[in-house]
């Protein structure tokens, strides 16, 4: 949500940046107002773009949250579900994505303890297919050359068993703060936590994380 | 001047690196370290590594993240939710009755049409009703003869029909009755049609007194 409107689309701080994002906020607002109107065809076409536009980044905040490309699947859809039959409660002073990201989150959470009570019963682990690329597709692969590819991707590996390696909260404040660039606030509504809460769990995160970079780099 | 020279502490780097991203604010007690990390190359090559694992570590999970966000993935799962708007916003599906057409679909019957239905269905009725009345009242089964048909079928037979006893023969009933009985009926009066008849078959009149012993 950073350096744009409040509401809008958020960008990755830091991250690669996409094309010029149309408001969700404003594409919101047309969806409620056709759906107010009785407009169903118009309400539609608003909607999937609105879904459009905002899709890929509650892709990545589901599987923030929940570590499972196919259950973030579910929860995205299950979310953009619940804001289109309750697009008429929503209240256009207040920006859209903080309205989403809270429905998204609850529909995470709920998955989350879903899940909690399906794992006391089953002893099969889920399959998160982080098996990685093998060598022959990083061969087939274009861009960097497959050494390089390699060494790129076990680099990443460790840093992301360095990430999942945190408390879950924290890892969650980490990843949605340092990493998808929300801020404390944002965060905080997203959570349930205090501002101040959340800030203290990312400086925690961090300086797990840096000690936990740094006992690998020795290790090497 | 002593504790400017000293280098600084990861956490200090940490709240610096958080500041540098907009995720927390400095206060005054930074302001002293901030001048020692301008000045001091060892913890300014500190924070560069530290700020290079981390963005590496940011780039790192968006790439994980990304990973899982295919192109065709995102394609079906907009699909999926738009199919699932579509359900929604058409509302609950009514299963058309099996026999209400050949083609699935029920035909809207016209609204004057289903009113004439039930407007004959009522008329049937009372014309039913009236016949009925009609027929049990003022016709052919009367209260008598509907009292008699109430007698119970335990009463004796002798109650019922007095006169079938005399006409037909019945085991129980001895010669001399039967004969006592037809001299009975022959012994009544005689009607005025049937006396030419009495005339040419009898020699006397029934009238006249007989001897005893004559026949």
């Not at chain 1, 879904?51 to 892709?59: D, E, I, T």
């Not at chain 2, 199919?83 to 004057?112: C, E, M, W, Y």
Request: aromatic content about 4%; proline content about 6%.
């Amino acid at each position: 949500m950073r350096g744009g409107r409040p509401g809008d689309v958020p960008s990755r701080a830091g991250g690669p940046t996409g094309p010029a994002q149309p408001s969700c906020s404003e594409e919101a607002r047309r969806v409620k107002a056709a759906v107010l109107a009785g407009q169903r065809d118009e309400a539609r076409e608003a909607f999937a773009e609105l879904v459009g536009s905002y899709q890929r980044q509650a892709m990545r905040l589901a599987l923030y949250l929940l570590r499972d490309p196919a259950e973030a699947d579910e929860a995205v859809q299950d979310a953009f579900v619940k804001v289109f039959t309750h697009i008429t409660s929503y209240r256009e002073d207040l920006p859209f994505a903080a309205w989403f990201t809270r429905i998204l989150a609850n529909t995470c959470r709920d998955r989350q303890k879903a899940r909690r009570r399906r794992e006391r019963w089953e002893t099969i682990g889920f399959d998160r297919g982080d098996q990685g690329p093998s060598a022959v597709d990083l061969a087939q692969a274009p861009g960097p050359s497959p050494e390089d590819a390699l060494l790129g991707t076990e680099r990443r590996r460790e840093l992301m068993s360095a990430i999942d390696a945190l408390p879950r909260r924290q890892r969650d404040i980490l990843l949605l703060c340092h990493v998808e660039g929300q801020s404390p606030r944002e965060v905080g509504e997203m959570t349930g936590l205090t501002e101040s809460t959340v800030r203290v769990h990312l400086f925690r995160a961090l300086r797990k994380l840096r000690g936990a970079l740094e006992a690998g780099r020795v290790r090497r | 001047m002593f504790a400017a020279k000293r280098h600084l502490d990861e956490n200090v780097l940490l709240r610096r690196y958080l500041a540098d991203r907009g995720l927390a604010a400095l206060d005054a007690s930074d302001e002293a370290p901030l001048r020692h990390l301008a000045h001091c190359p060892a913890c300014e090559a500190r924070y560069l590594a530290l700020r290079t694992a981390f963005d590496d570590t940011r780039e790192a999970a968006l790439a994980d993240a990304e990973a899982a966000c295919t192109a065709e993935r995102m394609e079906r799962q907009r699909e999926r939710i738009l199919r699932r708007i579509d359900s929604a916003l058409s509302g609950p599906k009514v299963l058309p009755f099996p026999a209400a057409g050949q083609n699935g679909h029920a035909t809207p019957q016209p609204r004057v049409l289903r009113r004439w239905v039930a407007a004959a269905a009522a008329a049937g009725l009372l014309v039913g009703l009236a016949t009925g009345r009609m027929v049990f009242n003022g016709g052919t089964l009367t209260t008598a003869d509907a009292s008699r048909q109430a007698v119970p079928a335990s009463a004796p037979a002798s109650a019922q029909v007095p006169t079938m006893r005399a006409l037909h023969a019945e085991p129980s009933v001895s010669d001399e009755e039967f004969l006592s009985e037809i001299e009975l009926a022959t012994a009544a009066p005689r009607t005025r049609e049937l006396r030419a008849i009495y005339a040419i078959t009898l020699d006397e009149s029934r009238n006249t007194p007989r001897p005893v012993g004559k026949d």
